[in-house]
């Protein structure tokens, strides 16, 4: 059984930085492409950065790049994303997915296991 679990969401600040992970456990972490969503109040849950499985391909949405850094450790079989510089618009809960393969995809559909999810609350 596929589980993932996310952590490092909270309360921070225009500007501030925080950092989330995702714990995977229930398979081979190193043989799937991972990724971030996210879903604010009233809005389609979106793609934010993914990852493939051996870390060498990154995607990310216009909106966070150059600020969001994804990575991924797969001897702790655990997934990063580094948010910098946050903006208001970032307040979301976010949530870690798993795709089944090796490539990032950017599809909501693609990935059919997810994690609970945490909240970032961005104040100004």
């Known amino acids: 059984q596929v589980r993932l679990v996310e952590s490092g969401g909270g309360l921070v600040q225009t500007g501030d930085s925080l950092r989330l992970s995702c714990a995977a456990s229930?398979?081979?972490?190193?043989?799937?492409?991972m990724g971030w969503f996210r879903q604010a109040p009233g809005k389609e849950r979106e793609f934010v950065a993914g990852?493939?499985?051996?870390?060498?391909?990154?995607r990310y949405a216009d909106s966070v790049k150059g600020r969001f850094t994804i990575s991924r450790d797969n001897a702790k079989s655990t997934m990063y994303l580094q948010m910098n510089s946050l903006k208001s618009e970032d307040a979301a809960v976010y949530y870690c997915a798993s795709t089944g393969g090796l490539v990032v995809l950017t599809y909501r559909n693609a990935y059919p296991y997810w994690g609970q999810g945490t909240q970032v609350t961005v104040t100004s």
């Open positions: 229930g398979r081979t972490f190193s043989g799937y492409a």
């Open positions: 990852i493939s499985a051996n870390g060498g391909t990154t």
